[in-house]
């Protein structure tokens, strides 16, 4: 079933590129122009959307406004800010609402296409993993074992893991497949994205790769430029 967004930008040209590439990417879009328009369609089916791509600088109902009017009738609904408004108070006030991200123009729109999935994944999740008495996770010939930290790789001794490895290890395998930004892992995980903290996460993930050498079908690998990705080789 495909996802539907409802898409509020009042650039036509720049509309009708995004609208079109989503679509090829599998999405059903609803494009309007301006905020009250957008905020009556949602309103007239608010479930029948799964995400919604908000610009900030719309004619008669600016996106800010738009995205609290529509948190008042569905506080559920996971939305984005994709706006030439780059400066740090915006970023931080549209975040402090609730948007699941905040994407400056000009942007690049496959890496845009990849936030939009991985917000879909954590606010959409599908039972992706094994679970055994709600404390292991299961994926391919690993079993991550929450409750002691400990990580077994098809038939060999479990290996003791650190609290962060671990937590950075359970979300890479309910995330399998799919791309995550070091943004993301840094502050889904542990709240906040430092210098410091992202040295720790190259850490933590060189380990894990590491690790996971051991398994047949289960791998992290590095995304240039982008984050990481825990893939799973099928057999």
């Known amino acids: 079933m495909k996802n539907n967004i409802l898409f509020v930008e009042d650039e036509r040209d720049l509309g009708n590129v995004i609208k079109q590439y989503l679509e090829v990417m599998d999405f059903d879009v609803k494009w309007c122009t301006d905020g009250k328009t957008a905020y009556h369609t949602f309103v007239q089916n608010p479930s029948h959307f799964n995400l919604l791509i908000i610009d900030i600088q719309l004619p008669g109902m600016n996106g800010f406004e738009l995205a609290e009017k529509i948190i008042k009738t569905n506080d559920d609904i996971p939305f984005l800010f994709l706006t030439a408004r ?9 975040l402090k609402i609730g948007a699941a991200d905040y994407i400056s123009k000009p942007f690049d729109i496959d890496e845009m296409v990849l936030r939009i999935k991985n917000i879909l ?9 094994q679970t055994h008495e709600h404390t292991n996770l299961v994926l391919g010939d690993i079993v991550l074992q929450k409750d002691s930290l400990t990580l077994t790789i098809s038939e060999n001794e479990p290996i003791v893991l650190t609290m ?3 937590e950075l290890l359970e979300y890479l395998c309910i995330n399998k497949d799919y791309v995550l930004t070091r943004e993301d892992i840094l502050l889904q995980l542990w709240g906040k994205n ?5 040295r720790s996460l190259d850490v933590f993930i060189s380990r894990l790769r590491k690790l996971l050498m051991k398994s047949k079908n289960v791998s992290i690998s590095n995304v240039y430029g982008i984050g990481y990705i825990l893939g799973v080789k099928q057999g």
Request: aromatic share 12%; glycine share 8%; hydrophobic share 25%.
């Open 121 to 129: 994944r954590r606010t959409h999740p599908a039972d992706k993993l």
């Open 164 to 166: 962060r490895e671990a």
């Open 86 to 94: 780059n400066e740090k108070k915006d970023r931080l006030y549209g």
């Open 194 to 198: 430092d210098y410091f903290l992202g």
